[in-house]
C-alpha cells in the first residue's frame, strides 16, 4: 500500500485511514448461538423467550428503518425494550440483547451508550467469542470521543482472548494509536508484536512499513 512511505507531513492521514472501524454484528451473533454452554430446562426456556423477544425487536428495527423517513421515536422505544432486556437477562440473551442495543447506539453515534453496552455485553459472556468482538468494538467507541486510554486497554484485552480473529488490525490500531500521540517505543512494541506473531497478514506488513518509515524518520533507533 502506497500509503505507508508517506513522510512525516501526511503520517496523520495514513493513519487516520486506517482507524479501527466497528464489526458489524448482526451475522456474527446468529452465527455462533450454538456455541453457548448448554443450560438447564428451565433456563433453556427463558433464553428462548428471551430471543424471541430479540427477534421480535430485531424485526421491528429493520421495518423501521427501511421506511423512506425514519422514525427516532420507534427507534428509541426498540432499544429502550432492547436495554431492559439486557438488563433483566443473563448469558446469551443479555449478550445479545446489549450487542443489538450497542449496535443502534453506534449507528446514532451515541458512542458512550454503544460502548457501554459493548462492555455490557463482554462481561455478560465473558469466556464466550463474542468477548472480543465486544472490547474491540469499545475501544472503537473510546477513540470516537478521544478517550485513548481506554482505547488502548480494551484493544488490549481484545487481543488477549484466544481466537480472535481481528487481532493483527487491533494491535495495528494499538501501534497508531501510540504512534499518533508519539509513543513511538508502545508503538514499536505493538507493531513487532505483530509482525512476529501474524507473518504475511497484510495489517502485520502494514506494520512492518511503519516500523521502516519510523526508523527513516529517526523516531525509533535502527
Request: net charge negative.
Amino acid at each position: 500500500m502506497n500509503d505507508t512511505k508517506d513522510t512525516a507531513g501526511n503520517v496523520g492521514s495514513f493513519l487516520e485511514n486506517h482507524k479501527g472501524i466497528i464489526i458489524i454484528i448482526s451475522a456474527i451473533i446468529i452465527a455462533g448461538i450454538v456455541g453457548f454452554l448448554a443450560y438447564s430446562g428451565i433456563t433453556k426456556t427463558l433464553r428462548k423467550n428471551g430471543l424471541e423477544k430479540l427477534d421480535v425487536l430485531t424485526v421491528e428495527l429493520t421495518k423501521a428503518e427501511s421506511e423512506d423517513e425514519v422514525d427516532a421515536s420507534v427507534v428509541d422505544d426498540i432499544l429502550t425494550r432492547a436495554k431492559a432486556l439486557a438488563d433483566s437477562s443473563n448469558g446469551v440473551v443479555a449478550t445479545r440483547a446489549y450487542m443489538f442495543a450497542a449496535d443502534i447506539d453506534f449507528a446514532n453515534k451515541n458512542w458512550e451508550y454503544s460502548k457501554e453496552s459493548w462492555l455490557n455485553a463482554a462481561k455478560a459472556s465473558e469466556s464466550a467469542y463474542t468477548a472480543p468482538i465486544c472490547y474491540y468494538n469499545a475501544a472503537v467507541c473510546s477513540e470516537e470521543v478521544g478517550n485513548i486510554d481506554d482505547a488502548i486497554a480494551y484493544y488490549t484485552i481484545a487481543v488477549g482472548k484466544e481466537s480472535f480473529s481481528l487481532a493483527p488490525r487491533a494491535y495495528f490500531n494499538i501501534g497508531r494509536i501510540e504512534e499518533q500521540r508519539g509513543g513511538f517505543e508502545a508503538a514499536e512494541k505493538a507493531y513487532n508484536t505483530l509482525v512476529d506473531n501474524y507473518a504475511g497478514n497484510e495489517w502485520a506488513n502494514l506494520a512492518k512499513s511503519r516500523l521502516l518509515t519510523l526508523k527513516a524518520e529517526g523516531k525509533l533507533a535502527n
